[in-house]
């Protein structure tokens, strides 16, 4: 039994997969958290006054490693940040670059929000830390790399020494979705989806001037007590069955295009946004989308 | 977003912060033997190590869902996972602030114009803690604030928009998690003279009463800064 269990857990994780998908996955990841870097001023947090800090517990500082007051080594510590990413993305040393960029955003990303919350999450650079040291322990440079050059050449290589990274990358994604499920369940239970619980929401999210740039969808769908409902049914199967995505491929056909629109639609009817759940194009096979879309007629083959 | 650590000290904040940098930090070591193992040219190492840190990112990320505790960059996800109340602002308090300029007029804060800040988490702070704190020290942030938004003011008076930061990216700068609309959009949405006094307000509503009069909103002035006036 045991066996078995340990064959079928080294059979899972170190699946075949292309090099050039853990480098897009590389490359999507360094893209995502560059954003992010560019649009905020984590340093500059580090230089408000100590009143926003001295209320938030000490514990938040010590574990990111926060000293409060050191600006000006903070944005040193911003660029370097994003000078890394850019590696990442170039594929410019990129391992190293990925890991020197993983360390570095698990103490930079924080800063956005602790002077009231150790965790950030959902505001855009929760799976980076994360996802980037998977990357740096992977071989994710094999191709999309300028420097040392990529290995793989015009016959793609696929191996199962590419695969378990970008798995542990695909369900770091499919997290997102099945822990919210399980924090659904363990407050609120499986009312949570019902069309008056969804109606409320709609209400809560559009009525706030101060976070109301996509006033009209909300309000138009809590209107109807079916859609509401329909809303809340559909995002409790999705979530629950987001994880089949890491085991049955062919799901992925369906759950990653639904996922997809259920931000959208999140983002047009309650204005919150999860810049990492555009992530989800992890699970997206771009070597084999790339791969038909040179077989179709009347697109020329590669010489 | 429930924010179960907001406000809670003590023993178990002190433990669940110690777990959540050892998981991290366990898998930057897991990390490091991966490729220590690479580098040495070990195959049999190499597949071990690669199997420690599929276990521990397993295992330490499954701590942190199941559990729904905070094990960040490791996420309990905890996202809109509890029931919205139909009375707005009791619990937790819903706060507002608005400038105020020479004449006694209010301006809606944009929420470019609190930078570093981002506006959400500033409002979670004053939510948290503001108002709990003594009044010397919300006269300190408050003056602090003023100051940006006199910053901010100038910005747009001058034409520019009230924050620089992402500003080169455009309209592809990174929206928070909460989208916020522009609120000082052209120079006539600022005073032509410095805001002088800042406002905190609370508001309660009822969502199904609000959701058929937009009006029907009770804001309570919980405090006001007024420049010169600070001890």
């Known amino acids: 039994m045991i066996v078995r269990l340990k064959r079928a857990w080294t059979d899972f994780w170190f699946q075949p997969e292309s090099a050039g998908n853990l480098a897009l996955a590389r490359i999507l990841v360094a893209l995502n958290a560059l954003w992010m870097l560019a649009s905020r001023n984590y340093a500059g947090m580090s230089d408000v006054p100590d009143a926003f800090w001295r209320a938030a517990p000490a514990a938040i500082r010590w574990r990111y490693l926060i000293v409060p007051g050191h600006g000006d080594i903070e944005r040193v510590l911003q660029g370097l940040a994003a000078i890394v990413l850019i590696g990442a993305l170039l594929g410019i040393a990129p391992r190293v670059c990925c890991a020197v960029a993983a360390l570095l955003l698990y103490h930079l990303a924080p800063l956005e929000a602790a002077i009231w919350t150790a965790a950030p999450e959902g505001r855009g650079m929760t799976l980076a830390p994360t996802a980037l040291l998977i990357l740096a322990a992977a071989p994710s440079g094999d191709a999309f790399a300028l420097w040392p050059r990529a290995r793989t050449g015009s016959k793609e290589r696929r191996a199962s020494r590419y695969g378990w990274a970008l798995l542990l990358i695909q369900l770091l994604v499919c997290e997102i979705y099945f822990f919210s499920a399980i924090g659904k369940l363990e407050r609120t239970g499986l009312a949570w989806g019902s069309a008056e619980r969804m109606r409320l929401w709609l209400f809560w999210f559009n009525q706030d001037t101060q976070s109301v740039v996509f006033g009209t969808l909300g309000p138009w769908l809590a209107q109807y007590a079916w859609l509401c409902g329909l809303i809340g049914a559909a995002t409790v199967v999705m979530e629950w069955t987001m994880p089949l995505a890491l085991f049955w491929r062919p799901s992925r056909v369906v759950l990653v295009p639904v996922a997809l629109a259920f931000h959208v639609g999140v983002l047009l009817s309650m204005n919150i946004h999860v810049p990492e759940a555009w992530l989800i194009l992890v699970f997206v096979d771009w070597t084999g989308l790339s791969r038909r879309l040179r077989r179709m007629p009347g697109i020329t083959p590669p010489k | ?231």
């Open chain 2, 1 to 231: 977003m429930d924010r179960l650590d907001a406000g809670r000290r003590g023993p178990y904040l002190v433990i669940q912060h110690v777990i959540a940098a050892t998981a991290y930090a366990g898998m930057v070591l897991a990390a490091a033997a991966v490729v220590a193992a690479e580098c040495r040219g070990r195959h049999r190492a190499l597949r071990g190590a690669r199997q420690l840190l599929i276990a521990w990112a397993v295992g330490a990320t499954l701590l942190a869902g199941v559990s729904q505790r905070d094990l960040w960059p490791l996420s309990s996800w905890s996202l809109m996972t509890r029931a919205p109340r139909r009375d707005m602002g009791v619990e937790p308090v819903y706060l507002r602030l608005l400038a105020v300029d020479g004449a006694g007029q209010e301006y809606p804060v944009d929420y470019r114009a609190v930078e570093p800040f981002a506006i959400e988490e500033l409002m979670a702070w004053m939510r948290t803690y503001f108002l709990k704190l003594p009044a010397g020290e919300q006269d300190s942030v408050a003056g602090f604030l003023l100051r940006r938004l006199n910053v901010a003011r100038a910005r747009v008076r001058a034409g520019a928009e009230p924050g620089t930061q992402g500003r080169w990216l455009g309209p592809l700068r990174a929206p928070f998690h909460s989208l916020h609309p522009a609120q000082w959009t052209s120079v006539s949405s600022v005073p032509t003279t410095p805001f002088v006094a800042l406002r905190v307000y609370g508001e309660t509503w009822d969502l199904e009463e609000r959701a058929v009069d937009k009006t029907a909103v009770t804001r309570t002035r919980l405090y006001e800064y007024r420049e010169g006036a600070a001890p």
